[in-house]
């Protein structure tokens, strides 16, 4: 079966630092797809970013950045320079491949980010 | 961007009433839609997969009968909870499938207050 960990409940951090979200997941298929998604206070789910199982390169946004390790099962989210608009829920979440499209969304229980200034 | 959207965002009702939510998809065509529940500071929950012109698949536990599911048209579908008791308060968020079967798009979710 699928799954989805997020052993980290609550990071609490200081303006400007760095900090990293992990995200472990666990599965039996080659095609797969993982997501990060931000759910500030006021509920909506933001799209961060999507991967698919055969691109390990690590991607670079602005301030964020992910590291991608099969080897490990791993999908870290780092967080560079934080804001305290950063402050928010981040879900990790996974879903299985199936002849071009995706399966349903499994999420990790999410990770509360506070940014303080 | 495709946007997604949910109404109403907030609602109080009484127990014993029913109430429904609405997903649509306003720039795309989506045959697959999500009910997703949310308990405070928890994870999101699939409740069922809602597909255009025939019934909604249920996840195990999920009542079929309390959350009634429509999908009538490619870009909208309602969740009904029927007999709303406290317990079924919630944030139920909804999500559409583009029908080139990759992207999944949120809506902003709708917070529900039984009293």
Known sequence: AQKVTQAQTEISVVEKEDVTLDCVYETRDTTYYLFWYKQPPSGELVFLIRRNSFDEQNEISGRYSWNFQKSTSSFNFTITASQVVDSAVYFCAFAAGYGGSQGNLIFGKGTKLSVKP | ?115
């Open chain 2, 1 to 115: 961007g495709a946007v997604v959207s949910q109404h109403p965002s907030r609602v109080i009702c009484k127990s014993g009433t029913s109430v429904k939510i609405e997903c649509r998809s306003l720039d795309f065509q989506a045959t697959t839609m999500f009910w997703y529940r949310q308990f405070p500071k928890k994870s999101l929950m699939l409740m069922a997969t809602s597909n255009e012109g025939s019934k909604a698949t249920y996840e195990q536990g999920v009542e079929k009968d309390k959350f009634l599911i429509n999908h009538a048209s490619l870009t909208l579908s309602t969740l009904t909870v029927t007999s709303a008791h406290p317990e079924d308060s919630s944030f139920y968020i909804c999500s559409a499938r583009d029908n080139r079967g990759h992207e999944q798009y949120f809506g902003p979710g709708t917070r529900l207050t039984v009293t």
